[in-house]
Nanobody, 128 residues
């Protein structure tokens, strides 16, 4: 069982930056693929970014490429999402996600159905 707790959401003006953090419980964090999804009001939950067990492989949604950066610290059981050049359309509840344990080194998920564990979500609001 894994528990995920997000932090770092808030209100920011367009063009600004925010950094989200996800703290995970458990002793085998390095065996889990991690990522972030988001859900805007009235829309389905959508993939934002994923990162492999070691951090060697990442996958970004086209809408955030070049603006968002994911990183993980397996010693601290954390995964962060640096969000730059934020746009009003980035407004959503952001969810930390995990799948595992897995021994596939380069595997990264991109669909919500692949996720085993979810955080409670943190609100990000970008004003125009």
């Amino acid at each position: 069982q894994m528990q995920l707790v997000e932090s770092g959401g808030g209100l920011v003006q367009a063009g600004g930056s925010l950094r989200l953090s996800c703290a995970a419980s458990g002793r085998t964090f390095s065996s889990y693929v991690m990522g972030w999804f988001r859900q805007a009001p009235g829309k389905e939950r959508e993939f934002v970014v994923g990162i492999s067990r070691s951090g060697s492989n990442t996958d970004y949604a086209d809408s955030v490429k070049g603006r968002f950066t994911i990183s993980r610290d397996n010693a601290k059981n954390t995964v962060d999402l640096q969000m730059n050049s934020l746009k009003p359309e980035d407004t959503a509840v952001y969810y930390c996600a995990a799948k595992g344990p897995t021994w596939r080194n380069d595997y990264v998920f991109s669909r919500a159905v692949e996720v085993d564990y979810w955080g409670q979500g943190t609100q990000v609001t970008v004003s125009s």
